[in-house]
């Protein structure tokens, strides 16, 4: 990939900056939506193998900051409790984030505005998936599909959250799982997108650009969130996901 921070025009770098504030304010009222957010708005404005290159810090900073707001402990029973999921989640990641150079960029954005649009599409007509007995079967097929999307994506949120509420997980349990799996995931997919020519000595310097705005947001969002009702807020995300996704279809279809 043949990128420099510096050449990359003044404009386009509000824009980038903008785009993380508001990924950050969507994480920090509902604990996902970043990856969706950063590759769906980058993706406008530059080609999707630099948008995935740009959500790979931010995405890592902010959910270590997530996973971590109760402390060491509470995030090692998490990754006790769903170890099955992450394993299968991580090995699916790297094996079809090897895939990014090879698919072309509609079937990309296709990939990542589908399954996003159809999670969105059943949270707000409030028809979520209902799991009243977890089995170690169904948590390893989750991680597969959610580290499948992944890894050619950034975005493996979707089926990460449509699990987690299907389960009827705890609101802050939830928000720290969440972390925790996103964290251990963004780890993953920075290695492998290292081996895969999308992370780059050129590319790094643009995503590490996005860290700061990506906190900031997410702060803001945080501050948000403790005031006013979340199933309200929550609405509104599922909108802009929703939006956000179906920007993505319309582009891969229009190619």
């Known amino acids: 990939m ?19 504030i508001l990924a950050g304010f969507i994480k ?6 970043m990856p969706m957010i950063l590759i769906s708005g980058l993706s406008s404005f530059l080609s999707p193998e630099l948008a995935l290159a740009g959500l790979m810090a931010p995405t890592l900073v902010t959910n270590v900051i997530q ?3 109760q402390g060491y402990a509470a995030a090692w029973h ?25 698919l072309p960029s509609d079937v990309l954005l296709l990939i990542i505005g589908v ?17 009243s007995k977890p089995s170690p079967r169904g948590e390893i097929s989750v991680g597969i599909i959610a580290g499948a999307i992944g890894g050619v994506s950034g975005v493996w949120g979707p089926p990460t959250v449509t699990y987690l509420t299907a389960l009827g997980t705890e609101k802050t349990e939830q928000m720290r ?8 995931g963004a780890i993953v997919l920075v290695l492998s997108h290292i081996g895969s020519g999308v992370v780059t000595v050129s590319s790094a310097p643009f995503s590490l650009m996005l860290v700061l705005p ?13 005031r006013i009702d ?18 993505l279809i319309r582009r891969g279809l229009m190619g």
């Open 2 to 20: 043949d990128f420099l921070l510096p050449t990359l025009p003044f404009g386009v770098m509000i824009l980038s900056t903008l785009v993380a």
């Open 28 to 33: 920090g009222i509902v604990g996902f939506g």
């Open 67 to 69: 996973s971590l707001r």
């Open 78 to 102: 998490s990754i006790v409790r769903f170890r099955r999921f992450m394993i299968a989640g991580g090995i699916c990641l790297v094996l079809s984030a090897q895939l990014v150079r090879v």
């Open 115 to 131: 399954p996003v649009a159809l999670f969105s599409l059943l949270q707000l007509l409030g028809r979520p998936i209902k799991i």
């Open 177 to 184: 799982v969440q972390g925790v799996i996103y964290g251990l």
């Open 214 to 226: 990506a906190i900031a947001g997410m702060w803001l969002g945080g501050q948000l969130s403790e």
């Open 230 to 247: 979340q199933n309200r807020f929550r609405q509104a995300t599922l909108l802009v996901l929703l939006f956000a996704s179906a920007n």
